[in-house]
């Protein structure tokens, strides 16, 4: 008997050893009317939202590291279908992509994960997180029980399931359970969509799906599917109740959930619209430790939406319409979150890492890793390189009519619209069925105006040709609507006819303008910059601060004071947009991208001759707002 409990004990040593060592044993996670359950315990969700593809994966575990030692044990993420297939067929699961390996190393942090696979996010990603090319696909109709759609939807589904499968916690992984579709309450009411969805994702998973949605009947009531659970978010204390009223099959009631607790909201551009933050409020922040203390006291779940947003690099951000302007998000995800944008803890986290110690047992939250101070780079100049429309060698295609973006094959960035004036016209400028989004207008390379759609009425462009002139129309992809109706179509660039006057402007060369790659002739290029010019990129480089590295002690913020609009590069890595108006100010510039002598291009839309621009890296952001000179 004495030698059998001591081969046990070898062999209960032999099993946490490889536990250690990255094997885990498959669990179960299941739930009762009340409570989560994992391999038969209560289990208490005490989770926050963070999507791996908005962070350099080399930080991964730092932020995953600073998620356990804020209290959390499970993490909710996201995943963007538009990155994993770029093109029909065309499948990413490299760097940012690579979302099994954040997994892993959650798991490897002690945390749980909770998927949101989509394929519709929201997330204020470019629509939604839908890739673009699905616009193209005859018969498209996203959100619906619609042939083409599912079976994109299948592909892309069927992709995940090889990609997570072993990391359900049925086959030893993190993933505790999968949720259905995305607050398709508030969308539609179309249950035959959400059951082939269901079945789609059943076929690839086996955990237990959820459905999350608005506490409100409508949203309830929409999105709300036969045998699968019903969660809310929002509000907990009304939600929670809206849920138990509304829900009545009892197949979808289970424990409560706030599946998206906001601690703040979005950032988008726009002269009058401040960053969203709590931090620095005693007040505010009391109201979400109280709202997340009643939560956990009543035995109730949630996750933090967002724990640390991180940041839309490129083009990546979403935008949010209806009938009024288009609200365009920043290239920051900040979201005033407990984590901010650089992964640094904020009094949020703190205070709400000391609330939910008293719900845990005593000494099992971590302490708070320690992180460098930001780094800071002292100021650089920056010079014209070359004028934007100058590298255009021939036309994507010549048509009668503009063709949209979408319809040349392009997702992100810009399209150049060029026609040859041939006879005179003189009116304000139609640009299809609207800017879509922001159309700046250029007459022999001279820049007359801006029609931008973040405005309710957007500027007039008035125009006079003459036979021979040359009219130009720079359109800029702002982002595409990722919620509600108007994200039933989001083709952009122009759609229509473009007119001056009355007169219908026929004959048209498209530029495709992604901007997926630099041009590779900036280098040592010199350039002059003219009044009203076209955009203008600008080169210079910075060394890496002394004692800093390619890693969190090189993170700074690159701010460019005397830029107007445009986009910034460093080392080749596309930081995402700048534009004077704010609230976003500077770049997160991650150390890792970051070398020795690090090369910076500039893509200033709206340069001036006399102007000259230099950029810095600061380590103390501030968020503030400037007037638009391009207001109507």
């Not at 315990?41 to 350099?56: F, N």
């Not at 969509?193 to 608005?214: I, K, P, Q």
Request: with cysteine; aromatic share 10%.
């Amino acid at each position: 008997m004495r030698f059998l409990l001591e081969a046990l004990g070898a062999l209960s040593a032999l099993s946490a050893t490889v536990a250690a060592g990255g094997a885990y044993s498959p669990g179960n996670f299941s739930y009762n009317r009340h409570e989560f359950l994992l391999d038969g315990k209560p289990y208490q969700i005490i989770g926050g939202q963070m999507d791996p593809q908005r962070v350099p994966p080399e930080f991964w575990t730092h932020r995953l590291k600073m998620a356990r030692a804020m209290g959390l044990n499970t993490i909710f993420s996201y995943l963007y279908w538009n990155m994993h297939e770029p093109s029909p067929g065309e499948w990413d699961f490299q760097g940012r992509n690579d979302v099994a390996k954040f997994f892993r190393l959650a798991q490897d942090e002690g945390l749980k994960v909770v998927l949101r696979p989509g394929p519709y996010i929201c997330g204020e990603r470019d629509w939604g997180g839908f890739p673009a090319w699905l616009s193209q696909v005859p018969g498209m109709a996203v959100r619906q029980n619609n042939g083409p759609f599912l079976n994109a939807t299948k592909s892309y589904i069927d992709r995940l399931g090889k990609e997570l499968g072993e990391l359900q916690i049925t086959q030893g992984g993190p993933i505790l359970m999968t949720q259905l579709e995305n607050e398709y309450g508030s969308f539609g009411t179309d249950k035959e969509y959400l059951a082939a969805l269901a079945a789609m994702l059943r076929d690839n998973f086996d955990v237990f799906l959820y459905t999350n949605d608005g506490g409100g009947k409508s949203y309830l009531e929409g999105g709300q599917l036969h045998g699968v659970l019903a969660v809310i978010d929002g509000d907990s204390k009304t939600g929670f109740a809206a849920r138990d009223k509304y829900v009545t099959d009892p197949t979808s009631l289970g424990p409560q959930l706030n599946g998206e607790y906001y601690i703040t909201w979005i950032d988008q551009w726009g002269s009058d619209y401040a960053h969203q933050q709590i931090s620095g409020s005693q007040a505010d922040i009391g109201k979400a430790v109280e709202d997340l203390d009643w939560t956990l006291a009543g035995n109730y779940s949630f996750s933090i939406y967002m724990f640390h947003g991180g940041t839309n690099f490129g083009f990546e951000n979403g935008g949010i319409r209806d009938d009024g302007p288009l609200a365009a998000v920043t290239t920051s995800y900040d979201y005033g979150a407990p984590l901010d944008e650089s992964g640094r803890p904020t009094d949020v986290y703190y205070k709400l890492r000391e609330m939910i110690s008293k719900y845990v047992p005593e000494g099992s939250i971590p302490e708070v890793p320690s992180l460098p101070q930001l780094a800071t780079v002292p100021e650089f100049e920056l010079k014209p390189a070359a004028a934007m429309f100058a590298l255009g060698d021939k036309p994507t295609q010549e048509a009668k009519d503009p063709i949209s973006m979408d319809a040349l094959g392009q997702a992100y960035g810009y399209v150049m619209y060029e026609h040859t004036v041939t006879k005179n016209v003189s009116g304000n400028v139609t640009v299809g069925d609207g800017a879509r989004d922001r159309a700046m207008i250029y007459v022999n390379g001279a820049r007359v105006g801006v029609i931008d759609t973040i405005y309710k009425t957007p500027a007039t462009v008035k125009v006079a040709l003459k036979k021979g002139d040359i009219l130009q129309i720079l359109v800029e992809n702002l982002g595409r609507v990722d919620v509600r109706q108007r994200l039933k179509e989001q083709v952009k660039g122009i759609v229509g006819n473009v007119a001056v006057g009355c007169h219908v402007l026929r004959k048209w060369s498209m530029y495709s303008l992604p901007l997926a790659k630099l041009p590779s002739t900036l280098s040592g290029q010199d350039y002059k910059v003219k009044p009203n010019d076209s955009p203008v990129f600008y080169t210079g480089t910075f060394n890496l601060p002394k004692g800093t590295s390619s890693d969190p002690s090189g993170d700074t913020f690159i701010t460019v004071p005397k830029g107007v609009k445009g986009v910034l590069w460093v080392n080749g890595v596309n930081m995402g947009r700048y534009w004077t108006v704010g609230p976003q100010q500077s770049q997160y510039v991650p150390g890792s991208v970051l070398k020795e002598q690090n090369e910076v291009v500039l893509l200033e839309l709206e340069p001036q001759p006399d102007t000259k621009i230099s950029a810095q890296g600061i380590s103390e952001r501030k968020w503030f707002n400037n007037p638009d000179p391009d207001a109507p």
